[in-house]
């Protein structure tokens, strides 16, 4: 009898290599499904075309798709532009390309990192202000051609 219960033992170790892994985990453990518990929801980016309406909000005309379902188009949007970053032509001559460059009235473009599902109060954290109006790439005066 000590060959059939050595036989007995042979199978059923290999039946237990033989299970997967994932058969004998636990339910609710959401091993590899992507949907686990206790994580926010993460940072999408958000895109605002308009006209600056001055005191760091603007008039958005147009935007990305998270801007046109989130129902901002048609909307004055009131952002903080304190750590973002401005791209802007040197408007008022003093040697510095900041927000006081920007006009009331200008075509620009803010873009904002918000949370995918529920944006938040206003005003929104900006991470860059672009004056397409003044666009810093813009030559000024008659050009060149030599």
Known sequence: MTGLKRSLLVV????????PAGAVAKQGENHGTGKA????PH???YVFKGSYAGDGSVEVKAGNSRVRKGGYVGQTVAFDLSAARILVGDTNGDGQRNLD??????????????PRTDPGDQPFDAKRLTDQTH???KQKGPKNHS
């Open 12 to 19: 059923l170790g290999i039946a237990a290599l033989a299970i």
């Open 37 to 40: 518990k206790g994580h926010r």
């Open 43 to 45: 940072d999408v980016a």
């Open 101 to 114: 460059d920007v006009e009331t009235g200008d075509w620009v473009l803010v873009k904002a990192r918000l």
């Open 135 to 137: 666009n810093p790439g």
